[in-house]
């Protein structure tokens, strides 16, 4: 498996050896032990998969207090995903990552606790699959503003199809500072 770092701390692009032939391919998509020696402790507590059609933008969610760590990856299709720093007192807050995951080249994202995260859908469908560090928790669930002007994200979608939630996100300047997760050296 190859690691790409990313320039935000924590966050990874992981590509797994993947075994293929005219029959199809087999990868391992995760195992504790190779995992942990890369910096990805977990423990992964609840596995998701969403499916969502071209021009969907999930996000940009996290968790605070109850965080969750995820590692994303596309079962079929391809998203355009971003992990953005949110962490007062990071030396990288405001600042984002953003990687085109597909089925074609199996690459995972790991979005470390202290992170916002989102998608948007390029292909004409995605399953998205993801394993989380912590539990849902609607109750320290919120949404950053998908299209904050201070992020500076270049979405692949000018126009995305968003839910109510994700719309009526909030700009990362007006979030109280108490409500967001806390850099830790």
């Given at each position: 498996m190859k690691v790409i770092a990313s320039h935000l701390s924590g966050v990874k692009i992981i590509e797994p050896q993947v075994f293929g032939d005219?029959?199809?391919?087999f990868l391992e998509s995760w195992q504790q032990k190779r995992y942990q020696e890369i910096g990805i402790d977990g423990p992964f507590?609840?596995?998701n998969v969403s499916k969502s059609n071209r021009g969907v933008l999930r996000g940009l969610h996290f968790q605070n207090p109850n965080p969750q760590g995820k590692l994303v990856y596309v079962l079929a299709g391809e998203v355009y995903d971003v992990a953005v720093d949110i962490r007062v007192?990071?030396?990288?807050?405001?600042q984002h990552h953003g990687v085109l995951l597909s089925e074609k080249d199996?690459?995972?994202f790991y979005v470390p606790e202290g992170f916002a995260h989102g998608f948007c859908v390029l292909s004409e469908r995605a399953i998205f699959g993801y394993m989380c560090t912590g539990y849902y928790d609607q109750s320290s669930e919120a949404t950053l503003l998908w299209n904050?002007?201070?992020?500076?994200?270049d979405w692949p979608l000018k126009e995305p199809q968003l839910s109510a939630k994700d719309r009526a996100g909030v700009r990362l300047k007006d979030f109280d500072e108490a409500l967001l997760p806390?850099?830790?050296?």
């Open positions: 005219e029959r199809g391919y507590v609840q596995s007192g990071s030396p990288t807050f405001g199996h690459r995972q904050d002007h201070a992020l500076d994200i806390i850099f830790e050296k």
